[in-house]
């Protein structure tokens, strides 16, 4: 689990700071259980089934995507994958050293790359995935096979509202405006 608190723990530490606040509780609730429930989940599988194959969680999934889509540009790969293409650059990296990609030119645009799986990454995925299912159904091991279905249903609807308003949703609240460039969380130097 991550953390130290229990969900129960944090969740009446919530209660006790956020007591005279208005707020939607409800919803707060879902959005802070979804990223527990990933966060959980992520780290379940990073230290049970990718630990043996040498595998982080975003790795995986990189090789997840091109093994479902096949050859795709870069850019693609890290929009599938949630990562920035900056991110995308390094894990590419180490999975082409380890033998598991291939990155080559695009064959019509010389300022895109593309990534394939190799043989040895497509043996990797055919022998890992049957075994990170297994765990993807453990992890939801107290879900009936209905609940499973409902639960994944609700989540596609919020991302479904993230993808079909998530921009429009965002200039409302910039006014317009672009977004500030991201940070690291790091002060400049001085």
Known sequence: MPGQRSITEAEKLVEE?????RVRREQMA?????????AAVRQHLENSVLREAELTWTAFVVLWVVWIWGESETRRVAEEAGISKGTL??????????????????????????????????????????????????????????ECRRTADVLRRVVLQVEAHGEERRLALLDGAAPAPRRSGRRPRS
């Open 30 to 38: 879902v959005v802070a259980n979804m990223h527990r429930a990933a």
């Open 17 to 21: 700071k956020l007591g005279g606040i």
């Open 89 to 146: 650059t390094g894990v590419a990296r180490t999975l082409q050293t380890r033998g598991l990609v291939r990155r080559s030119g695009h064959p019509t645009d010389g300022r895109l790359a593309v990534l394939s799986l190799t043989e040895e990454g497509e043996t990797l995925m055919r022998r890992l995935f049957p075994e990170f299912n297994e765990e993807e159904a453990w992890v939801v091991g107290q879900l009936s096979d209905e």
